[in-house]
């Protein structure tokens, strides 16, 4: 077995052990050694933790379409996009990151699940805290490692399939904050196991409510769980456990209180009636069950990106005459942008530029969404179809409510609802796309194009799982990967 020091990155300031004794006689000089209820606590509060999934795998998608290379918006020329994004966008084979360089995915949620093994394997030893509140910590650490286990899992490997997962290339379970000891690479089965136990686990101990929006409380499980479900295809289940988080939160933000100002950037989407007043992010929005960002380095594309023909066909898709969908009109500059003194135009194209930090956690918008898309699958198409009018309702200025005549109609109305929705946080998209292709009625190769070359990818290609990092091959060139 090899070991796990290519997996993580210990932050600098803090060695954990078990038992301080059993290493060493004395502290080691600059660094600390939690040994106390308050010292773990400190670690579950790392603002790190909130910091999660990477966006960059929007580039594998159809929702993007690339700069050009001398583009009039400098951070979305091709030219200067990072070689890695170039990679992915071109559907290059094999690496993705150049040797030496790091993954803004893999390495954070490794370090944050390193801080999650030092609380979940010690906090129960602390000399000086009651029985329940050492659980109630331990419970957060185990469900924050799941969430970052089933980001991880839905990035580097295979989606989830049932006849395959047993066998299928996963990612590394590393349970221990002991970066000596010897890791298992799990199949994707183990690895889903895995989440499901530190779920079941934890959430017998969160609390009733939490302390805050940052933290879990025993009903966000339900929202967890949901999404868990929905990925692994188990719809009943999804839908149960979804029902079961709208009936404690089911707040959506009316976005036709919402506008746009020039000159700009974070605070451009502010309120109507007071400028001063911006969208809300994750942390401040009645639609958050349980908050995570993206993460620190390319955690969005920002006016990175054009939306794609594709996209846009479909936001345009199932809108009444008369309407606007304040998604598209918000958080989209169409032709112009401000973002200083200068407004650049680009005519024909659409930016996305929404500089709102959207919640990569667990979401009632989301809920309504999973809710609706296993109804249409095994439930009733009517109600579907209503948690999709629902939403449509907060989103759609002079919104009319859909219909349809079957099951597969109200499904296809809900997947092109998650797509407007979700588009561009996280790797919402790129998800959806590797689960949909496992349908024969959704599969779907996307192309992209680019200094007058295309570049197609098909369904269900391995192109569409994230490599293992050239920073974790280079100490074992043997570790099992997917050949892409």
Partial sequence: MKKIVAFLFTAAS????????????????????????????????????????????????????????????????????????KNLYTFQKGAVFIPGSSDPYWEPAYSHIYTYNVVINNIMNVPD?????????????????????????????????????????????????????????????????????????????????????????????????????????????????A????????????YSAYTTQKGVTFGRVCLITNKDTRFPDANLSSESVWVRFGASSSGTVNAEVYVSDDLMSVFKKNLPAGATDQRRSLFFCEGESTFGVKTVYFPGRTLYAPYVDFNLGLSSGEMLLIAAECEARVGNKDQAIKYVNTLRDKRIINNQPLVAADGEEALRV?????????CFVG??????????????????????VQGGKSYTLAPNDNRFILPVPPKVLEFDNKIPQYER
């Fill in 129 to 241: 805290a009651a029985e329940a509140d050492k659980k109630q910590l331990r419970a957060e650490a185990l469900f924050g490692r799941a969430f970052e286990y089933l980001s991880l899992v839905n990035g580097y490997a295979k989606h989830y399939d049932a006849t395959t997962a047993g066998k299928d290339i996963g990612v590394p379970l590393v349970l221990t904050e002991d970066i000596t000891a010897a890791y298992k690479w799990g199949s994707v089965q183990e690895v889903y196991d895995r989440i499901k136990a530190d779920l079941e686990i934890a959430v017998k101990d969160l609390p009733e409510k939490s302390v805050n929006i940052f933290h879990p409380s025993r009903s966000v499980g339900y929202s967890f769980l949901s999404k868990m479900y929905l990925y692994m295809g188990k719809y009943d289940e999804a839908l149960a456990n």
């Fill in 14 to 85: 803090i060695i954990s052990f078990s038992s301080c004794k059993k290493y060493l006689d004395v502290k080691p000089k600059g660094y600390t050694i939690p040994q106390f209820y308050d010292d773990y606590a400190k670690l579950m509060n790392n603002g790190s933790l909130v910091r999660v999934s990477s966006a960059y795998p929007n580039y594998l998608t159809d929702d993007v379409q690339a700069g050009e290379d001398g583009d009039v918006n400098t951070s979305a020329s091709y030219k200067n996009l990072s070689d890695f994004k």
């Fill in 414 to 422: 809900v997947l092109e609802e998650r797509r407007r929705e979700l």
């Fill in 427 to 448: 790797c919402n998209r790129l998800v959806d796309l590797k689960r949909l292709n496992m349908d024969t009625r959704f599969a779907k190769s996307i192309t992209h």
């Fill in 243 to 254: 029902k079961s988080a709208l009936a404690l939160n089911s707040s959506l933000i009316d």
